[in-house]
Each structure stands twice: as C-alpha cells, then as structure tokens.
C-alpha cells in the first residue's frame, strides 16, 4: 500500500519533472545594462543554448511577396495563414497543453514586419551566438526584402527636423522610443461560448448585411474598408482552425509510435481536444485551457510580439472546471495538475530585443476581484492558481491579485502563505481605486469592475478594443530636473536639448523652479508625442492584427480593425523617477528657500561637479525630509509634483483624439534610464539610479518604518495621477503564522488608502547576497524587480545590488 501511494504521489508530481528537465529558463536573458554606462561588462546575450528561429520570419516574407499589391489587412491575415499552415510544429514527451511557436523548444523567434535594423547588426555583434553562418546569411537577405516595409525605423525619415534629433535618448536622455506590439485581449467568455466557427458565422452575417445596406456599398471606401477586413478575419479564424487541427494529427502520429499506454491515452485525448478547439466552444476543463492558450499563442506572440495576458484567468475558466467537477469528471488536484501544464507552457515564452533592453516576457494573469453586480468574484479556480503557481515557482506567468472591502479573510491568509514562499510573482491591485479611477475615466461600472491587469501595471478591459503600444514612452522625470536647473542645457553633452528656462540663481521661490520642472516637462513631452503618434499611425497602416480584432467587442460590427476602432483610446507614457524629483525640490526648498543656509549658486556648482569636494554640503541636502516618512512637508510636494507633471502628460492628445495617460509601467526603467541624468539635489550622484519603481521611496531613506510609507504613498492623489508602482520588501519572518493577521491588517491599511498597487519580496537579504556570489545553488529564486517577476540570477549586478540595498522591514 505505502509503495503504491508513493507512485501515485510521483505521478501527481509530473509537472515538477517536466519543470526540471525541460529548459524553459533558457528564454530568459541573463542581464541588461544601463543606457549611458561606459562600460558594458554585466551585459550577456540569452543564456547559453537560445537559438533565434527565423522559420517565421522565412514563411512571413514568402507570403509577402506572393500578395503585393493587395490590400494590407490582407496581407497580413494570409502571411498569418501561411505560417499556421506551414511552421513546424511539435508535442513535448510528457505535456497535456500542446503549441509551439518556434521550431524548437529552446528557439525565439523575430517578427521582420516590426523590426529589422537593429537584429541585422545585432546578428553580427551581440547576437552572434544566436544563428550559425547558414541562418545568418539567410536573416540577412530576408532583411533586404524589409527595408521599406518594417515598422521599425520609418518614422526617422518622416519625422519633422526639429523633432528628429529628440529620436535617440542617448543625445538628450529624458525619454526612449521603443517600438512595441500592439496589446489587446480577446474577450475568451466569447470565444468559450461560441468557438471560432461560431465567430466566423458572425462575420459571414455582417459581410452579408454590408453587401445588402445601401448606405455602405454606396460608400466604395467604406464597403472596401469593411469587406477587406470581414474577409481577412475569416482567413485568419479558418487558418486557426486548422493549426489546431495539425496537432490533433501530430498527436495521432506520435500516439502510433508510443509504447507507454498511459502516455497512448494521452496523446489521443490531446487530438480529440485539438480536433474540436479552437473551432468549437470547449466543454471540459481541458478543452477550455487548450482554447486559452492556442489564443493566447496566435494573439500575444505568432502573430505579433507583444507582452501581457490582461485576462481574469479564474472568471473565465472556474465554469469548466465547476461542471467537470460536479458531473464527476475531474478532482481538484487533477485540475491543478492541467493548470500547472499551462503554465509550464508559459514559461517557454521570450521576447526578441535590442541587445540593451531585458526580455521581460510579462505575462501576467488576474485573480481574484468582484463580479460585474460587484460581490466577491473568488472561487476555487482563484485557489487553484495560485497552488499551481507556487508549486512551479517560475517566473511566468505572474499573478496579478484584486483586493477589496469584501475579499474574504481565508483569501487573504491564502495570499500571505504564497508571500511566504513565492513573493516575486505576485502584485495587488485596490479595486476601491480602480472602480472609482475607471469610472472617472467614463468606463461603465459593469466594464470597470472586470478590469485586468495586462503587463507589469498596465490595466485593461478584457474584450473591448482599447490596446495601448507596450512600448515607446519611458520617460525621466529627474532629468527634467536637470535641465531646469542648468537652463536647459545637458550636464554630459553641454548641448542644448532642453528648453531654454531661466538661470536658476535668479529664482525668488521653490515655484520658481516647479515651474522650469514643468516646462521641461512639457518641452520633452510635445517632442516623444509627436514620435509616439507617427508610429501608432505607420502601425495602423503596415500591422493591422484581423485575428485579434474579430476576437474583441466592436470590431466585427464596426468592420473595422482594432488598430482602427477603439472603444477607449488609451495611450500611455512611462514616467519615472517622481520621488527622486520630490525628495530634490523638497530639499532645495529646506536648505535653500526656507532656512537660507546655502545659495543657489552653491548648489549649481556642486551638482555641476558632482559634489566632489562637498559631501558636507551634500549631507544637508541628504538629511533634508524624504518621502516615505510621513512628513507632510515632502509629502505634499511629492503629491504636487505628481499631479502638475501627470496634468502636463494628459494635455497632448493621440491620434484617436483622447488624452494621453500616465502608467506605472515604466517602473523597471528607473534603472535602465538614469545612467545620463547627473548629480540631483536629494544628494544622489552621476548617473544613480533613481528611485525603484515610481511611488517608491528612495532606497534608504524610509527610516519610520512600512506604515509611514503607506501614509506617504497614500497622500498621493490616485485617481487622477495613476502612475504608482510600489514596492516593499519584508524579513520573511513576519509572515509567519504569529504575525499573519497583522500582515493582512496591513494589507486592509493599504486598501482604505486608496495605494493603487503594491508589491512585496520577502526574500532573507542574507540569500540575496548568496545569491549574487553563487548563482548555480538559485537557478529559480524569482524576485519582484519593478513591475515584472525575474528570475534574481538573470539580473545586472546593479539590479540585484539595488534590490539587496532595499530597505527591508521587519514589522508594520
């Protein structure tokens, strides 16, 4: 008896060895740099073993060439038929959930459409290792054919010359454009009910209503419009169907040449699920999480390259697993088991980028929250996620957690014994702020209260055609500072990129110098919008996505793809750095305004010498209030800051005519970006990181503990400034069981303030720091870095120094 149960528990534990041998970390890139550093020595490709495929990039292009001169969305949709119908395709020896994206499992794959300049060097230098000279021979004359027709890079021949030279950031250091896929997410309860065949006849309908409304085929524009499209999500949904198709037949070849009959029933229950989905609604628990992640691969990677999941992963898919369970058809820990397949399959995700950027990958799914009535939407499935995720410990996807007035107290003892032992991959999200945040924004409150959380803090409607570009808005706030206080001119260049604001030593009041902040603000703004808005519009031309469209309300009955119709306009820049530029303009106000102690002159001189010589004068400025302590006098600059600076980002318009908006998001990049911002008055030196995240407090300067940071993030105005990425970090042992109900108590604290997001690692520094020394011994330690789980051994040694040196509480 004791050695059958010991079989059966080995069994149950498959997903554990799938985990451990298969190399689904080999995505990850080992490190980025900084941009401005000198010295690149903490760079390193993809760790070793990653191959770039350029099967797709090879299918794409001959598809290409054989539809010029048609329309684009047309192209697009039989390039993406192409690839469906001709990639290779393959079934891991041991998984359940099936589909592949690139040839071999170790493989990431390049989307020529979007990029193609910056691979066609980068094969040649950094990326090297990735293609033996066969393939790169073969990447570069697929390049060739690309050069008019890639995405990436037009805009610099079409920009104005005023604003071309603001597109590198290495020349005047506030903002980097990145180009990014376009994100939206397919309404799956949709998709779960009608299956792709049951779409396709909504689009057969709507093709046969245009052709018979005289008010359409009387517009020629409009009908072709709208026809091209229509057509173009059929061929797509048909190409689908039949990718699906092809490994319910690769499953029957390799059920035929299986020993194993328990491996035998498998494969054979994978070809009936794949027989039937995505073409059809599923009717099982399986059907359901095969269909979730045959869309989730064609709209989040085949497709196009884009970051995110942005679905309510227990919402869509506790139906399934409640009618299976109650007739009898599958037990919890069966049912965990196939979550756990799903997200090992998540985990062989990874993003192609330009050698100085991390691959982040972020896929991100939400839990928890309200109902559409607003009762507590936590079921089972929530439970069951988050068993999953924990006995994986990998870094993808992460957990996104809802919180609420009503959140039940066994949830929330459940999220602190994840916290315990599996921190880096969860964040929160307050409801009581989004509900109040969304609806101000004019978004019904049914719609407000199914938001998701897409990327790192980017939040989305699931279904409703709304995506914002992942990339191409980070933006430093302390460098604005610097500008405004050397009239505009770059402290490393002593060039004039910025706008030519008054001599500082002239200033009479703290205002004076707000002020100069904020039309420095607004300067480099006016230069990354004028970028931005090109780019969403060479999108719309060149990268329509018809699949993902006919998946999202509206688009189908408004004919038109979701790069076109939008049902909110959301268009995002990432600012950083807030609480850096606080803490300066607090001190200077202290040191300079209010007690008269030091001249304006004198600091100008010691920040344009990087305190070199003044590090007495430089431990005034230091010692001056710090955000994060509870002390109204910094506190209410910080809110000030926030608001006028999030006020300038919203006063420019995008090309959907709605405003643009501040996002969290560009928290990781507070790291990445500031290596060209110099000395600033907080008492930060050269090319210092500025604070983590974008609400945090600056490493080592909260001293009162975590409640009095809380007091200070939460005068902060949430609603109408949204840019609040949190972190915190806490010794593991005041999670224990002792301490539990005073965490939760600490989390309800958090929920009443209105704090719109926190995260937390709770990781011994001690580990930490073995870590860094000895890298093999913690090949999946996840860490929560900004906005993004990584794995701590992936990390630059200045990310993993920065997360180290965080100030870590022992008690609230």
């Not at 770039?52 to 697009?76: D, N, P």
């Not at 000279?133 to 079409?158: A, F, P």
């Not at 806490?730 to 958090?750: K, N």
């Not at 051994?793 to 965080?806: E, F, K, S, Y």
Request: glycine share 8%; net charge neutral; proline share 4%.
């Amino acid at each position: 008896m004791e050695a059958i149960i010991k079989e059966e528990r080995i069994e149950e534990r498959i997903t554990e060895k799938i985990r451990d041998e298969i190399p689904f970390q080999l995505k990850q890139k080992r490190a980025f740099s900084r941009v401005g550093d000198k010295k690149l020595e903490d760079y390193m490709p993809y760790r070793p073993g990653v191959k770039l495929c350029i099967e797709r990039a090879r299918l794409v292009t001959q598809s290409y060439k054989e539809t010029e001169g048609e329309a684009m969305v047309l192209r697009r949709a039989k390039a993406l038929a192409y690839l469906l119908d001709n990639m290779t395709i393959w079934i891991g020896k041991q998984e359940r959930i099936v589909g592949n994206f690139a040839s071999t499992p170790e493989s990431i794959i390049t989307y020529p459409e979007l990029f193609w300049r910056w691979l066609d060097k980068s094969i040649e230098k950094e990326y090297k290792v990735l293609l033996n000279d066969k393939e790169r021979e073969e990447l570069h004359g697929i390049h060739k054919y690309w050069k008019n027709l890639g995405v990436h890079g037009q805009e610099r021949g079409l920009l104005p010359e005023e604003i071309l030279p603001y597109w590198r950031y290495d020349n005047h250091g506030v903002f980097l454009w990145l180009h990014g896929g376009r994100t939206g997410v397919p309404n799956y309860e949709k998709l779960f009910k009608a299956g792709l065949n049951g779409i396709i006849k909504e689009v057969e309908d709507r093709l046969k209503e245009i052709s018979s409304d005289p008010n359409i085929y009387l517009n020629g524009r409009v009908y072709l419009e709208q026809k091209n499209f229509l057509d173009a999500t059929i061929i797509t949904m048909k190409a689908a169907i039949r990718w699906g198709q092809r490994y319910a037949e690769k499953a029957r070849q390799l059920e035929k040449e299986e020993k194993d009959e328990k491996r035998q029933h498998e494969l054979d229950k994978i070809a009936e699920i794949c027989d039937w989905v995505p073409g059809n609604p599923p009717r099982t628990l399986h059907e359901a999480l095969q269909c979730y992640y045959f869309i989730l691969l064609l709209t989040k990677v085949i497709d196009l390259q884009a970051p995110g999941t942005g679905d309510r992963f227990d919402q869509i898919i506790y139906p399934f697993y409640r009618r299976d369970k109650e007739e009898g058809r599958i037990t919890r820990e069966e049912a965990q088991e196939l979550v756990e397949f799903l997200f090992l399959k998540q985990n062989e995700f990874g993003d192609l980028v330009p050698p100085l950027m991390e691959a982040l990958t972020l896929r991100v799914s939400t839990i928890g929250g309200v109902t559409p009535k607003g009762d507590d939407a936590t079921n089972e499935m929530t439970y069951i996620a988050m068993d999953a995720k924990d006995a994986m410990g990998l870094a993808q996807p992460a957990l996104a957690v809802r919180i609420h007035n009503k959140t039940p107290k066994a949830f929330m003892y459940r999220i602190v014994e994840s916290l315990r032992t599996n921190a880096g991959v969860y964040s929160f999200f307050n409801d009581n702020f989004y509900l109040q945040h969304l609806t101000s924004l004019g978004l019904p409150i049914e719609d407000a209260r199914n938001y998701a959380i897409e990327g790192c803090m980017r939040w989305i409607i699931p279904g409703k055609a709304m995506g914002m570009r992942a990339l191409g808005g980070n933006f430093a706030l302390p460098k604005c500072l610097e500008y405004a206080l050397n009239q505009g001119i770059d402290k490393f260049s002593g060039k004039q990129w910025g706008f030519p604001t008054a001599d500082p030593r002239t200033f009479t009041s703290i205002e004076d110098l707000i002020e100069a902040y904020l039309t420095q603000v607004k300067f480099f703004t006016e230069k990354l919008v004028a970028i931005y808005n090109l780019v969403d519009s060479l999108d719309e031309q060149y990268l329509p996505q018809p699949f993902l469209s006919a998946l999202m309300d509206g688009c189908i009955e408004h004919g038109r793809d979701c790069r076109v119709y939008k049902y909110f306009a959301k268009t995002i820049i990432q600012p950083v750095g807030h609480v850096t530029v606080a803490n300066s303009i607090a001190a200077i106000k202290k040191v300079v305004f209010d007690e008269k102690k030091v001249s304006m002159d004198e600091v100008l001189n010691a920040l344009k010498n990087n305190w070199e010589g003044k590090e007495e004068l430089r431990q005034k400025f230091i010692e001056a209030p710090k955000f994060g302590n509870d002390d109204d006098y910094v506190d209410l600059i910080a809110r000030d800051i926030v608001q006028r600076s999030t006020d300038v980002v919203n006063s420019f318009k995008n090309i959907y005519g709605g405003h643009f908006m501040c996002d969290g998001t560009g928290g990781s990049s507070y790291f990445r970006y500031s290596g060209l911002t110099g000395a600033t008055p907080d008492g930060r030196k050269d090319r210092d990181v500025f604070n983590d995240g974008t609400i945090s407090p600056a490493i080592g300067t909260d001293m009162k503990g975590p409640s009095a940071v809380l007091k200070s993030v939460g005068k902060i105005d949430h609603v109408r400034t949204f840019t609040q990425l949190f972190n915190q970090k806490f010794m593991p042992q005041f999670l224990s069981d002792e301490h539990r109900d005073a965490f939760v108590g600490y989390l309800r604290t958090w929920l009443d303030l209105g704090i719109h997001h926190i995260q937390f690692n709770v990781i011994d520094k001690d580990i930490l720091v073995d870590a860094k020394k000895h890298p093999e011994k913690y090949p999946r330690l996840v860490v929560r870095v900004a906005g993004f789980s990584a794995y701590f051994i992936d990390l630059a040694p200045g990310v993993q120094d920065q997360i180290i040196a965080r100030t870590e509480h022992p008690s609230v």
